[in-house]
């Protein structure tokens, strides 16, 4: 059964018996599902007296030790460049402020690699329509690096998929590149070389 959620853009985060979702609603809420009663109910963070990630869609979003959830970006009528943790053993909000930040965007991707750095990929935020840098964020350091990795890249796109996968490395898919147009690219990016490389898939099968 698929229930869907107009205006509503949203990840879910697979825990023990507890799933947390991150909401794009305009005022901030964010919504957890529990397994055993296949229903929704609202989350009241601990304490109401700290900051608390603003209401938002289209942000990137990651999960560390199924306990810390990373959000970056996203829009609110402005294109947004904050970094939020919330902690779930805590309840609570946190809003990270390192140096060196990536400019304002949505529809980026965001993706925790396997040494605790989270790899960012381009997005849009109206000027430039689409972007295709790409940006490392070290947990333990709280600092950006733009990594500038040399050609070839993909073409600046937003609305795409990226997943990490094993030995440092991320696959890369599709995404809008402008006029009304979608890309089928496969990219893989190895965080270890700072390279991305554009992959051709077998036929062999089909």
Known sequence: MKIVFKYIFFYLVLMIQTVIAACSLTDGDYLQINQK????????PANAENPMLTGRRYFGMTVKNQNEIYVFGGY???YLNDLWKYTVSTNNWEQLIP?????????HSFVLM?????????????TELYLNDTWEYDISSNIWTNLQPVDPIP???ANHTMAAIADGKALLVGGNIGSNTVDNELWEYS????????????DKGK
């Open 155 to 157: 073409s600046a796109r």
């Open 114 to 126: 396997n040494n605790n750095k989270i790899i960012l990929f381009g997005g849009g935020n109206g």
């Open 76 to 78: 609110n009528g402005s």
């Open 37 to 44: 009663s296949i229903g929704w109910e609202k989350i009241e």
């Open 99 to 107: 140096g060196n930040a990536p400019q304002g965007r949505s529809g």
């Open 191 to 202: 965080q270890d070389e700072n390279v991305w490389q554009l992959i051709t898939p077998s």
